[in-house]
């Protein structure tokens, strides 16, 4: 019932961007906070930005001042724009709802940065 649908992934060259979606149903949008995580080959899934259903972000250290996240809740849509991305910023990228106790995930999108 509840569903995310991640799009925009691909392969890009470092220095590049790429702007990934995730459009939601099944839920209240406006209600939830949302995020991206991202989880690369060996490692441990990380938080990468995330938005409040107040429109309040955060941002790992790691993508501060090339990330953004973004929301329109006329389109129960969140957005991710990636901008000088670097080799470390491949991995599977996930879109997250959350509410209380509440927490869902899109399917993940591939993203790979080539040098």
């Known amino acids: 019932q509840v569903q995310l649908v991640e799009s925009g992934g691909g392969l890009v060259q470092a220095g590049g961007s790429l702007r990934l979606s995730c459009v939601v149903s099944g839920i209240i949008f406006n209600r939830y906070n949302m995020g991206w995580y991202r989880q690369a080959p060996g490692k441990q899934r990380e938080l990468v930005a995330r938005i409040t259903n107040g429109g309040r972000t955060n941002y790992a250290d790691s993508v501060k001042g090339r990330f953004t996240i973004s929301r329109d809740n006329a389109k129960n849509t969140v957005y991710l724009q990636m901008n000088s991305l670097e080799t470390e910023d491949t991995a599977v990228y996930s879109c997250?709802?959350?509410?209380?106790?509440?927490?869902?995930w899109g399917q993940g999108t591939q993203v790979t940065v080539s040098s």
């Open positions: 997250t709802a959350s509410l209380l106790l509440e927490n869902y």
